[in-house]
């Protein structure tokens, strides 16, 4: 399994963000899938999960502003960021039980 993350750049406050994570090879049904960050200085931090089913869960830094999905069909994760902060700057990685994707990275400023 391979997990390539993509969608980062540079944004001002306020701004929006579409994270993707297409993941390669076979993944099952009960695990979910779960976007990680890392900002400078940080320990890397779980922002948001999603069940195969859809069920999601939040950090509350991030909850009501991030939104993640999933389409199974495309085996690919999404993270929606919307009303962005400089605190949102990080590195974001996506996971799979033990398989970890690049990451992508964030900035948030003006």
């Known amino acids: 399994v391979q997990l390539q993350a993509s969608g980062g750049g540079l944004v001002q406050p306020g701004g929006s963000l579409r994270l993707s994570c297409a993941v390669s090879g076979t993944i099952g049904s009960r695990l979910s899938m779960r976007w990680y960050r890392q900002g400078p200085g940080k320990q890397r931090e779980l922002v948001a999960s999603?069940?195969?089913?859809?069920?999601?869960n939040y950090a509350d830094s991030v909850e009501g502003r991030f939104t993640v999905s999933r389409d199974n069909t495309k085996k690919t994760m999404y993270l929606q960021m919307d009303s962005l902060k400089p605190e949102d700057t990080a590195r974001y990685y996506c996971?799979?039980?033990?398989?970890w994707g690049q990451g992508t990275q964030v900035t948030v400023s003006s």
């Open positions: 999603i069940t195969f089913g859809g069920s999601t």
């Open positions: 996971n799979y039980y033990v398989h």
